[in-house]
């Protein structure tokens, strides 16, 4: 947009609002100072881009406004008749811009950070589970996250984390080192006792009780992390299983529908009413119908057993199919992408893990800096000293100026890897939102192609046997309905499924752990 053509719509907005009676000082302002560096500019000065920054000292909301009118101003007029833009269309666009996408008022939930406290790790719960998750699924997820294999060596690892935190700081305290020397032709023992502890040094315990803090936070972000991945394939899993338990209904149900289309030509040809080919073509419809359904049958039995192995016990109930309501919404679909970012364990993990590069970056500058230790020491030759001990240790040339090189980079890295995952997890969001949205259309719109459908194979056969259909329209319309019924049940079982994978990763149902110090109470 040339400046000039900025200059006129911001004239034409200020006549305008003064006109109403409603200009506002800030965009005054904004118009004199567009006015003025207009008047000011060069008459040669080329066109510059939207996306330059503008000197005029205005409110950000007031000058996007004003950004948006001018270029109203010289955009063509818009084409009416079939070539004109909906107003969904229109809508879909201006929804797409981030500068009017809504701000939602929604809590934020962050991860939960078990730690370990006197050996002891609190035990994982979940918060009360929403009214759109089904209770088979609920009492799946607590069994799942709190049994499986891959939990328990993750709360093994926190535990060992905890230890590791124990250990950096015990380095305050003296170090005691006792030898017992025979150098005599007799054999005498020679005692000799050493205690040390440090008075200074340089930074370097306090980095390392910092990165082993900051790893313990990454291991239990990875419990976190462990815990929620498990929650989401028992979801996906336990949907898969709904889906496919009422496709294979559905086949079934078309297997002897067409059985008895089978049995109805069958007589017609013994008959000699209907000529042998259309037996052929019911035989070998029922045919595919019979494939597809032991296809169906197998899936599922494959995914019953994924969700048998994830619970350890393959007897459990599953209850019945989830009900899916069409009047039961996602609410506050705004807030889900800010949510999911601000719980995503993943994402919590990565954060820690700028902690633990930040104190090896330390760690590495006090290796550059003396350490001052006090000391006693004891042998036969000069019996009891003390005194102060300055130590200082270098490594090969200047590779430790390198280290601290690598480990500030290695801080760059770490940060942009939070950006990078934030970045993934909106994608995820944005997806799953529409993929539920989609599936809803497509449930609405399958809900009546399935009943029409349903209708018009009855009409079909009542006119095939009143001679004005032929038997191929017969079997068209009968597969037909069958696939409008499992469209609609695949789409159904769709939404809920995205609606239950939103919930688990804007964490509105997220795992909670008893205090430790309830865990303690308890083992006590």
């Known amino acids: 947009m040339a400046f000039s053509g ?7 907005i200020s006549l305008a609002l003064a006109a109403a009676g409603a ?10 100072n567009a006015a003025a560096e207009a ?3 060069p008459a040669s000065a080329p066109a510059t881009s939207t996306m330059a920054t503008s000197e005029v000292p ?30 969904g269309e229109r809508s879909v666009f201006a929804q797409a811009a981030p500068e009017t996408r809504p701000k939602s008022t929604a809590p934020l939930y962050g991860p939960p950070v078990p730690l370990s406290v006197r050996g002891k790790l609190p035990e994982v719960g979940w918060t009360e589970a929403p009214s759109d998750i089904p209770p088979a699924l609920d009492r799946a997820v607590q069994t799942v996250t709190r049994n499986y294999p891959s939990a328990k060596a993750a709360r093994a690892a926190l535990r060992a984390a ?20 025979y150098l005599d032709a007799d054999s005498s023992p020679q005692p000799q006792l050493v205690v040390e502890m440090p008075i200074w040094a340089g930074g370097r315990i306090g980095a390392a009780i910092e990165r082993a803090e900051a790893s313990e936070t990454v291991t239990s972000a990875q419990y976190v992390e462990t815990v929620h991945s498990l929650a989401l394939t028992t979801a996906a899993t336990y949907y898969q299983i709904a889906q496919l338990t009422q496709r294979e209904q559905l086949l079934a149900a078309s297997v002897i529908e067409h059985n008895k289309l089978v049995g109805t030509m069958e007589r017609r040809v013994e008959q000699e009413v209907s000529p042998l080919a259309d037996l052929e073509l019911a035989r070998s419809r029922a045919a595919q119908i019979e494939q597809e359904f032991n296809v169906t049958r197998a899936q599922r039995q494959s995914a019953l057993r994924v969700l048998a192995e994830l619970i350890a016990d393959p007897n459990y109930d599953l209850g019945p199919i989830p009900f899916y309501d069409p009047n039961d919404e996602l609410e506050d679909r705004e807030a889900l992408e800010d949510q999911t970012v601000a719980y995503d ?23 550059l800096l003396p350490q001052f230790n006090t000391q006693y020491r004891y042998d036969d030759v000069f019996g009891s000293r003390m005194g102060v001990v300055v130590r200082m240790q270098t490594a090969a040339g200047l590779s430790q100026f390198s280290q601290i090189d690598s480990a500030r980079l290695r801080i760059e890295a770490a ?27 497509r449930a609405s719109i399958s809900l009546r192609a399935s009943d029409t459908a349903s209708r018009v194979s009855a009409s079909y056969m009542r006119q095939f046997i009143a001679g004005r259909r032929s038997w191929l329209d017969v079997m068209n319309a009968l597969r037909e309905a069958v ?11 769709t939404a809920m499924a995205a609606e239950t994978r939103l919930i688990l990763r804007s964490g509105r149902w997220h795992p909670n752990f008893t205090s430790p110090s309830q865990a303690i109470a308890q083992s006590q």
């Open 6 to 12: 900025r200059r006129r719509a911001l004239e034409a």
């Open 23 to 32: 200009l506002t000082t800030p965009v005054a302002m904004a118009a004199d």
């Open 39 to 41: 008047a000011a500019a």
């Open 58 to 87: 205005s409110d950000p909301v007031s000058d996007r406004a004003l950004e948006k009118t001018a270029a109203d101003q010289e955009r063509p007029a818009q084409p009416s008749g079939p070539m004109a833009q909906s107003e």
């Open 162 to 181: 905890a230890s590791d935190v124990r250990s950096a700081k015990w380095q305050r305290f003296p170090t005691v080192s006792a030898d017992l020397v």
């Open 345 to 367: 364990p993943t994402r919590q993990r990565l954060m820690n893990q700028v902690r633990v590069v930040s104190a090896e970056y330390d760690q590495a500058k006090a290796s």
């Open 415 to 441: 940060n942009q890897q939070v950006v990078t995952v934030e970045q993934q997890l909106r994608r995820q969001v944005a997806n799953d939102i529409i993929e539920y949205e989609a599936a809803r259309a």
């Open 483 to 493: 696939n409008a019924q499992i469209g609609r049940s695949d789409a159904e079982v």
